[in-house]
């Protein structure tokens, strides 16, 4: 062996072993979004849908195979929506081949097999259940949507990695090609979407001392309200249920409060103007 080769052999062994100690986060990419297919569309408006749809959860990749005239002032770019600015005139044309050459793929279908014997249809995997599988993994993803009318056939099918299909009532499975795909998108958003535009969705429960406050005073509501004691204290006792499952918070609590504290004192008010004129109070059970 040469001096030139001792060398590189000794820094390949230098940087093996400063690459053990690595992070091996570090260098790992995110992971890669999947792209979204549609074979053969026949409707320009649903291809504007479809896009508008990968818009709103985080997808750019639109592919398309034989596909019809997108005219910019067409119903394709008007059903667009925001996506007609870069997903849809980036959309590239592609070929089926190309799509099953260097993707894993998972074609969609409305008409599955109910068993084992329909080897193109079955088994199939619900949106929940392809989201589960496709979290585990990252690779190149292509979802691959059919025709408007004729889906995918069987032999494109068997070519395919995966099916997935939307539970939908028997009498009726098939879906619009536009709402099928912003089904299934939809529930991969997990996968696709970063942040959405909803609020942070913890909630902090109010104080416990501001709870039991209110569950006093709803003590004194159903005391002056004249029930039975067996049923104030099964009242009570349901408030408590329903108030611990809700985990109010701060402001809510202090809103009951506040409602509570005038009820009582206008029942209580009520009480002493019975008396002082000698009027009958609240009726009784």
């Not at 910019?72 to 590239?92: C, I, K, Q």
């Not at 929940?128 to 408007?148: C, H, M, N, Q, Y």
């Not at 509501?221 to 039975?228: I, K, M, N, S, V």
Request: with cysteine; hydrophobic share 35%.
């Amino acid at each position: 062996m040469s001096g030139a080769d001792e060398t590189d052999a000794e820094r390949d062994e230098t940087d093996a072993a400063a690459g053990s100690d690595a992070d091996p986060q570090a260098d790992r990419s995110p992971r890669r979004k999947p792209v979204v297919v549609v074979v053969e569309p026949e409707t320009p408006g649903n291809v504007g849908t479809i896009a508008r749809a990968m818009k709103n959860f985080g997808l750019t990749d639109l592919k398309l195979v034989d596909p019809p005239e997108l005219a910019e002032d067409g119903e394709a770019y008007g059903f667009a929506g925001h996506a007609r600015e870069d997903v849809l005139p980036n959309a590239d044309e592609v070929t089926f081949d190309e799509v099953v050459a260097n993707y894993h793929t998972v074609g969609t279908t409305a008409i599955t097999g109910e068993d084992d014997r329909s080897h193109e249809r079955y088994p199939f995997k619900t949106p929940a259940e392809l989201r589960a599988s496709l979290k585990t993994v990252d690779a190149p993803t292509a979802i691959v949507f059919g025709r408007e009318g004729r889906g995918l056939n069987n032999d494109e099918l068997s070519r395919l990695d995966e099916v997935c299909s939307i539970p939908a009532d028997d009498d009726y499975p098939v879906l619009n090609l536009g709402q099928a795909a912003t089904v299934l998108l939809y529930e991969l958003r997990e996968l696709t979407v970063d942040e959405t535009q909803l609020p942070d969705t913890e909630v902090t429960r109010a104080p416990e001392s501001d709870v039991e406050r209110f569950h006093g005073f709803f003590d004194e509501f159903l005391d002056a309200t004249g029930q039975r004691e067996h049923v104030r204290e099964k009242n009570a006792l349901l408030m408590r249920r329903l108030l611990g499952r809700a985990h109010p918070t701060e402001r809510e609590v202090h809103s009951l409060l506040g409602t509570f504290r005038k009820a009582n004192a206008k029942l209580e008010h009520a009480d002493h103007l019975a008396a002082k004129y000698d009027e009958p109070v609240y009726p009784k059970e």
